[in-house]
């Protein structure tokens, strides 16, 4: 066991053991549990999303070891939404300093920082985000408070300031990474729902 656990084995108010727990649990996790959860994610949200009459949707473009949101993505293009992806790198494949989206399309991705997949296309700076009717960000755990930990480069807590405030922000994580309570910052962006591979929860 991790010495950043606590000798329970949990992690306490500490960010990194939940981090740390939350990936160590994901390893875990079978290929055939992830291709029956992204289905489960992928039915659900489409079927929310689309009852919620939004016609933009920021949405993370999943890599392996995180909820998967490929067949989410297409099944929403297919509906006729539009589909933002963050990006990462620029043309020449070096790391962008502030947060930036694409467009996404489905086959139409190529590898950015750490294997993340992201649009190929034209960029969008960190105000396109204000196109977005919803935003889905990725997590390793959220909590009924709304508060979530993530993996820790800040990004979306960058990103997310250049939503219009009416916009809500769903985090993509499994039934059993919902729970009571987390530790968080002053600077956190809340979230106000999980979306998981059965339903809608929301939070706060």
Do not use: F
Not at 9 to 37: C, F, I, M, T
Not at 91 to 116: E, F, M, N, V
Not at 153 to 178: F, I
């Amino acid at each position: 066991m991790s010495s950043l656990l606590l000798p329970d084995g949990s992690p306490g108010d500490s960010k990194r053991a939940w981090r740390e727990l939350g990936r160590r649990r994901r390893a875990g996790v079978g290929a055939q549990q992830n291709v029956v959860r992204e289905a489960g994610w992928a039915q659900t949200g489409s079927r929310r999303i689309l009852s919620s009459g939004v016609s933009t949707v920021a949405l993370y473009l999943s890599r392996p070891g995180e909820p998967g949101t490929g067949q989410l993505a297409d099944a929403l293009v297919r509906a006729g939404l539009r589909v933002l992806a963050p990006v990462l790198t620029d043309r020449a494949g070096r790391g962008l300093h502030d947060p930036a989206w694409g467009l996404y399309s489905p086959g139409q991705t190529r590898p950015g920082l750490w294997a993340i997949p992201e649009p190929i296309g034209q960029t969008l700076p960190a105000e396109g985000l204000g196109q977005a009717d919803l935003v889905i960000c990725s997590a390793l755990w959220a909590d009924l408070e709304g508060h979530r930990v993530g993996t820790g480069g800040g990004w979306y807590d960058r990103a997310l300031v250049w939503r219009r405030s009416e916009v809500p922000v769903w985090a993509m994580v499994d039934d059993s990474e919902v729970v009571e309570r987390l530790p968080h910052d002053s600077w956190d962006i809340p979230v106000d729902a999980a979306l998981t591979p059965t339903g809608l929860t929301a939070l706060g």
